[in-house]
């Protein structure tokens, strides 16, 4: 079980939570129980959703394992230029 901060809008979509715990092993893991439990995160997470970990961004690398303990935010995908 991991605890995940969700920045910005994406707490909307979890009912108005800032944090949630997710029963994850990999960000892929974590991304396909998002969408299970909060069906407003697919269109979000096509589009990409940054994860950090304990301050490290990650893009487009699914399979990076999430350690316990570790301070996981999830970040929208910023647009604009």
Same mark, same amino acid.
């Given at each position: 079980m991991?605890?995940?901060?969700? *920045?910005?809008?994406?707490?909307? @979509?979890a009912?108005?939570?800032s944090?949630?715990?997710? !029963?994850?092993?990999d960000? /892929?893991?974590?991304? /396909?129980?998002?969408a299970?439990?909060?069906p407003?995160? !697919?269109p979000? @997470?096509d /589009?990409? @959703?940054?994860?950090?970990i304990?301050?490290v961004?990650? /893009?487009d690398? *699914?399979?990076?394992?999430l350690?316990?303990?570790?301070e @996981?935010?999830?970040?929208p995908r910023?647009a604009g230029?």
């Amino acid at each position: 079980m991991v605890e995940v901060t969700l *920045w910005g809008s994406l707490g909307a @979509i979890a009912g108005g939570k800032s944090k949630v715990e997710i !029963e994850a092993k990999d960000i /892929r893991e974590l991304f /396909r129980k998002l969408a299970e439990q909060y069906p407003g995160f !697919e269109p979000y @997470i096509d /589009r990409g @959703i940054a994860v950090a970990i304990d301050g490290v961004i990650y /893009r487009d690398t *699914w399979s990076k394992e999430l350690p316990q303990g570790a301070e @996981i935010f999830l970040l929208p995908r910023l647009a604009g230029g």
